[in-house]
C-alpha cells in the first residue's frame, strides 16, 4: 500500500548476527530475482527495501544492489559509532559505513540498548553523527514488558525518541530520518502488538515529529513525509493488518528477513 501521504512503504531486514557473505549474497539475490519476477508483480512504487547485514557483507551486498531497479533499496549497517575515528576497537565509523557504498544505518536498535547498555545520549550523538554524514539514519525506539505493563510506553518511547533527534537542529536533517518503533516484548517472542496498539504509538510518534519540526522553524506537516516502521515479530500473515494503518509505514524485519520467501511475503502484504 501507498498511504494518502505518499509514504512509500520500506521493508527492511536486519540480519542481525547472521549470514555469511556467501549466505547473505544468496539471501539478497534470492529477494531481489523475487521483486523482479512478474509473477510477483512488484513495481517501483509499491515500496522500497532494505538490508543490514553484518559488516562483513556490507560491501558485498551494497555492490550487489547497486544496479538494481526493481524499486529502491537502501543498504545499511546495524551500528556505527559517533566519532569519526579514533582507538575504538571494533567499532565501525560513517566514513566506513559510506566507503562500502552504504546509505543508511541502524540506530538505537533495542539489542544494543538492552544487551550494550548503550545510552539515550549515545544514541543520539551517534544520530547526528550519522546525518552530518549523509547517512540515512533509522531511530529504534520501543518500550519493555514492564514498561508497558506500568502504563509508560509513550513516556519511554518520547524520551527515546527526542533523544535520537536532538542534535538535529535543522528540519533539513530531521527530514533524513526513518523512526522504527519496535516493541522490545514483541521481538523475537512471537507476540505481536495488534494493529490497533502499533498505530496508537505510530501516530503519537508522528505528532512528536510534528512538534520537532515545528520546533525548528518548519511545517507540522513536515512530519508526514517522515516513515515510522513497525518492527516486533512481523511476518507475512500479519504483515497485510499491520501495513494497513494510517502512521504504519513499513516494516523493520528480524527471523522473517532471513528467509526470502517470508521477507517476500511481507512485501506483499505492502499492495
Given at each position: 500500500m501507498t498511504t494518502s501521504n505518499n509514504r512509500i512503504p520500506l521493508i527492511a531486514g536486519n540480519w542481525k548476527m547472521n549470514t555469511t557473505p556467501e549466505e547473505g549474497h544468496a539471501l539478497a539475490t534470492a529477494i531481489l530475482d523475487g521483486i523482479s519476477a512478474k509473477d510477483v508483480g512488484f513495481s517501483a512504487s509499491r515500496c522500497?527495501?532494505?538490508?543490514?547485514?553484518?559488516?562483513?557483507?556490507?560491501?558485498f551486498i551494497a555492490g550487489l544492489c547497486a544496479e538494481f531497479e526493481g524499486c529502491k533499496v537502501y543498504v545499511g549497517?546495524?551500528?556505527m559509532h559517533a566519532e569519526e575515528s579514533g582507538a575504538f576497537t571494533g567499532e565501525l565509523s560513517s566514513a566506513m559505513v559510506l566507503a562500502c557504498g552504504s546509505d543508511s544505518v541502524l540506530l538505537g536498535h533495542s539489542e544494543r540498548r538492552h544487551i550494550f547498555n548503550e545510552?539515550?545520549?549515545?544514541?543520539?550523538?551517534?544520530?547526528?553523527?550519522?546525518?552530518?554524514?549523509?547517512?540515512?539514519?533509522?531511530?529504534?525506539?520501543g518500550e519493555k514488558i514492564e514498561e508497558r505493563d506500568a502504563g509508560n510506553t509513550m513516556e519511554v518511547v518520547n524520551r527515546q525518541l527526542e533523544a535520537g533527534i536532538e542534535g538535529l537542529t535543522e528540519a533539513a536533517q530531521l527530514e533524513k530520518v526513518i523512526v522504527a518503533y519496535e516493541p522490545v516484548w514483541a521481538i523475537g517472542t512471537g507476540r505481536t502488538a495488534t494493529p490497533e496498539q502499533a498505530q496508537e504509538v505510530h501516530g503519537a510518534i508522528r505528532e512528536q515529529l510534528g512538534a520537532a519540526f515545528e520546533k525548528?522553524?518548519?511545517?507540522?506537516?513536515?512530519?508526514?513525509?517522515?516513515?515510522?516502521?513497525?518492527?516486533?515479530?512481523?511476518?507475512?500473515?500479519?504483515?497485510?493488518e499491520l501495513l494497513s494503518q494510517t502512521d504504519i509505514d513499513g516494516a523493520l524485519v528480524g527471523g522473517a528477513s532471513l528467509d526470502a520467501a517470508s521477507f517476500l511475503g511481507i512485501c506483499e502484504g505492502c499492495g
Open positions: 522500497d527495501i532494505g538490508f543490514y547485514p553484518p559488516a562483513t557483507s556490507l560491501a549497517a546495524q551500528n545510552t539515550d545520549t549515545e544514541i543520539g550523538a551517534k544520530m547526528k553523527t550519522a546525518v552530518e554524514a549523509g547517512l540515512t539514519a533509522v531511530l529504534c525506539v525548528r522553524g518548519a511545517e507540522v506537516g513536515a512530519r508526514e513525509d517522515i516513515r515510522i516502521l513497525y518492527g516486533g515479530s512481523v511476518k507475512p500473515d500479519n504483515a497485510s
